[in-house]
């Protein structure tokens, strides 16, 4: 079947600390896999995707590599800001645009 | 960018009752759209898979006499939950995809309290 798993929150860092929240899926064929965010009040905004193994996503200094071999798509800024702190979700779509999402991580970023 | 709007953002009711909640998409034409539930501090789970003109797909588990979708525009699906208990309370979550561009455009969400 299909399924996204990724990091219990929630994660604190200092202003301009390195993040990284994990992610790791399961799934028949080769999915697409994203990230989205979640800013407090807001619905899901697209964040970043890769569509295909070994393709990198990036925005907003935010990159994520589709780690085919470990089943992987990690998230990962080099420095983090206030304006971050929102929660994060990992999700990969299969087919048909059906989408599976992980539990979420909340990011917490303190001046 | 593409745009879903969801209304309302906040309901309360009455357990027994039924309420229903839109999902618009404001500047483009959304063929499909995607019913979603989140539980707090959980992820959001497909409820069920609203097509323009025709009857939703429902993911297993998922009661469609329950939860009623109507998709009778390209812009607007509905979704009501029927006889509305506490159980149901919950965060509920609409997206549109914009054909071809194979990405969801999310509402806001809307929290349903079942008192």
């Known amino acids: 079947g299909n399924s996204v798993t990724q990091m219990e929150g929630p994660v604190t860092l200092s202003e301009e600390a390195f993040l990284t929240i994990n992610c790791t899926y399961t799934a028949t064929g080769y999915p697409s896999l994203f990230w989205y965010v979640q800013y407090p009040g807001e619905g899901l905004q697209l964040l970043l995707k890769?569509?295909?193994?070994?393709d990198k996503g990036s925005n907003k200094g935010f990159e994520a590599t589709y780690r085919k071999e470990t089943t992987s798509f990690h998230l990962e800024k080099g420095s983090v800001q206030v304006s971050d702190s929102a929660v994060y979700f990992c999700?990969?779509?299969?087919?048909?645009?059906?989408?599976?999402f992980g539990s979420g991580t909340k990011l917490n970023v303190k001046p | 960018g593409a745009v879903v709007s969801q209304h309302p953002s906040w309901v309360i009711c009455k357990s027994g009752t039924s309420v229903k909640i839109e999902c618009r998409s404001l500047d483009f034409q959304a063929t499909t759209m995607f019913w979603y539930r989140q539980f707090p501090k959980q992820s959001l789970m497909l409820m069920a898979t609203s097509n323009e003109g025709s009857k939703a797909t429902y993911e297993q588990g998922v009661e469609k006499d329950k939860f009623l979708i109507n998709h009778a525009s390209l812009t607007l699906s509905t979704l009501t939950v029927t006889s509305a208990h506490p159980e149901d309370s919950s965060f509920y979550i609409c997206?549109?995809?914009?054909?071809?561009?194979?990405?969801?455009?999310f509402g806001a969400g809307s929290r349903l309290t079942v008192l």
């Open positions: 999700a990969l779509e299969n087919n048909f645009n059906k989408f599976y």
């Open positions: 997206s549109a995809s914009d054909s071809g561009a194979n990405v969801l455009t």
């Open positions: 890769a569509t295909k193994a070994d």
